[in-house]
């Protein structure tokens, strides 16, 4: 293993340590589940990316708070307001 994949893996380690603690949780749920809601067929199932997502923090945030992040990112998702993904999407249809 050289030196710079040594360096690589330390950086990647930094950041999973750095991205789910008290002060950022928040943020990195609603940014996960902003990324993962085009992958979702409904609101079910980002509820339970970002219950489970929720699980990486530091501690876990409450599970209302996670679920109303989801509903949050659901909701930009059906207005096709959603633009984690770089890419403008058609809207997605509503249940």
């Known amino acids: 293993m ?3 994949w ?3 893996m330390m950086s990647l380690r930094e950041h999973i ?5 008290q002060g950022n ?3 990195w749920l609603y940014r996960q589940c ?5 992958h ?5 199932q980002l509820m339970d990316v970002a219950q489970t997502r929720n699980e990486e923090c530091e501690p876990p945030m409450e599970d209302t708070e996670a679920v109303t992040i989801a509903a949050n990112a659901w909701t930009y998702t059906l207005k096709n307001e959603n633009r984690f993904d770089g ?5 997605v249809a509503m249940p």
């Open 40 to 44: 979702c067929d409904s609101l079910e």
């Open 34 to 38: 902003m990324r993962a809601a085009y």
């Open 87 to 91: 890419h403008q999407h058609g809207n």
């Open 6 to 8: 040594g360096d690589l």
């Open 2 to 4: 050289g030196l710079w």
């Open 17 to 21: 340590e750095k991205r789910a603690k």
């Open 25 to 27: 949780r928040n943020t």
